[in-house]
């Protein structure tokens, strides 16, 4: 029996190469340019290295302090991260099992604060912190923390709906504790979630420039995209270092999605479908 040619089929796929496409192509250009010298990159931007050229590598990478940018960005997304999944997790949990018109409107306030700008509040808030002298890597990571939470537990309280209140009794009756029952139940389940939480609130604590340049812009303190912008003079743009170093930038957080993404679609479905 022949086939039906299913033309909205091709239709999807012609469509999701294209988009796919779209998004390389920004890495391709980036990736190919690192290997030219400047003056190629403004005569021929968009073309093959006629020569490849490995020295903008070394010097990007001493040009930019990457061992130091690289360290602090490391320590500040961890921190943040880390501690927006424990703290998202435990509100998640306990709004959804106490089910009363307070954990309620808790909820739904945190569903609110997503609605305001970081501009809205961005004078007060470095205010507040200079005055208590936190206008460093332990305010940066608590800022994190506070822009991050509202989302995170949107998501954790989504998934927590579809985890039956059985395993919750049927752990208490073998003595486990509320806290246990959470680390060594619930939480596993919240796996996707989980994933779902560290590669948003990462790859947006990675890449953040804004806030990190008005609390960390220090010398020593520095994330990755703030010793980027060394590159970007007044009167000139070392473009092949500036593109060299957006390429070491950017590698870390591709690595992170990459070795988390089987995970991720489970997580977004998880956490929105099920509300």
Not at 101 to 130: D, E, H, R, W
Not at 138 to 156: A, Q
Not at 160 to 177: E, F, P, V
Request: net charge positive; aromatic share 14%.
């Amino acid at each position: 029996m022949k086939k039906q040619f299913d033309f909205n089929k091709l239709l999807v796929i012609i469509l999701a190469i294209v988009l796919a496409l779209s998004w390389l192509y920004p890495f391709f250009l980036i990736f190919i340019n690192s290997f030219k010298t400047r003056t190629e990159i403004l005569s021929n931007v968009i073309g093959l290295p006629e020569k490849i050229t490995l020295a903008n590598y070394p010097n990007a990478f001493q040009a930019m302090n990457y061992v130091s940018g690289f360290g602090n960005s490391v320590i500040i997304t961890v921190a943040s991260v880390g501690l927006t999944v424990l703290f998202s997790a435990m509100a998640a949990y306990v709004l959804h099992r106490r089910n009363s018109k307070l954990s309620t409107f808790i909820y739904y306030f945190c569903g609110v604060t997503m609605l305001i700008p970081f501009q809205a509040i961005m004078i007060p808030l470095i205010n507040l912190f200079g005055q208590i002298n936190l206008l460093n890597r332990t305010g940066l990571t608590i800022m994190n923390i506070g822009f991050s939470v509202s989302l995170s537990v949107y998501l954790y309280y989504g998934a927590m709906r579809s985890i039956s209140t059985d395993l919750d009794d049927a752990a208490n009756i073998d003595g486990a504790s509320r806290i246990s029952i959470f680390f060594r139940v619930i939480l596993p389940i919240l796996k996707p979630t989980t994933v779902t939480v560290i590669i948003l609130n990462g790859m947006k604590i990675w890449n953040d420039y804004l806030l990190p340049s008005l609390v960390v812009n220090q010398q020593g303190m520095r994330t990755l995209p703030l010793e980027l912008y060394s590159f970007f003079g007044e009167f000139t743009t070392q473009w092949e270092l500036a593109l060299t170093g957006l390429l070491l930038a950017i590698i870390p957080v591709i690595l992170l999605f990459i070795s988390l993404q089987k995970y991720f679609i489970a997580g977004i479905s998880e956490g929105s479908l099920k509300m």
